[in-house]
């Protein structure tokens, strides 16, 4: 069963950073792409960012391209997304999703989602 398990979230001031991470098990983790989504009060869940299994591909959302960096460590079966320069419309509960990148370009996420982190953005 695909279990993912997030944590980092929490509060920070405009313009700070936080480091997420989020542990898979039940599945083949170093054969699975990864992808972090984002859902703020009242909207759609959103990805946020993508990964391949090997890491070689990364892809992120237009409005946190050059402040987010998606990573992960197979050996530990984690997943991070490292965000800077946060703005307060990076508010959102955050999960991760095991998941597979579309012949499109897109990442169609895959299995059960976890609790979610929040990341509140504020002074």
């Known amino acids: 069963q695909v279990q993912v398990v997030e944590s980092g979230g929490g509060l920070v001031q405009p313009g700070g950073s936080l480091r997420l991470s989020c542990a898979g098990s039940?599945?083949?983790?170093?054969?699975?792409?990864m992808g972090w989504y984002r859902q703020a009060p009242g909207k759609e869940r959103d990805v946020v960012a993508f990964?391949?299994?090997?890491?070689?591909?990364?892809n992120y959302a237009d409005d946190v391209k050059g402040r987010f960096t998606i990573s992960r460590d197979n050996a530990k079966k984690t997943v991070y997304l490292q965000m800077n320069s946060l703005k307060p419309e990076d508010t959102a509960v955050y999960y991760c999703?095991?998941?597979?990148?579309?012949?499109?370009?897109?990442?169609?996420?895959?299995?059960?989602w976890g609790r979610g982190t929040q990341v509140t953005v504020s002074t």
């Open positions: 999703s095991a998941g597979y990148i579309r012949d499109s370009g897109g990442f169609s996420h895959l299995g059960s």
């Open positions: 039940g599945f083949s983790f170093i054969t699975v792409s």
């Open positions: 990964i391949s299994a090997g890491g070689g591909l990364a």
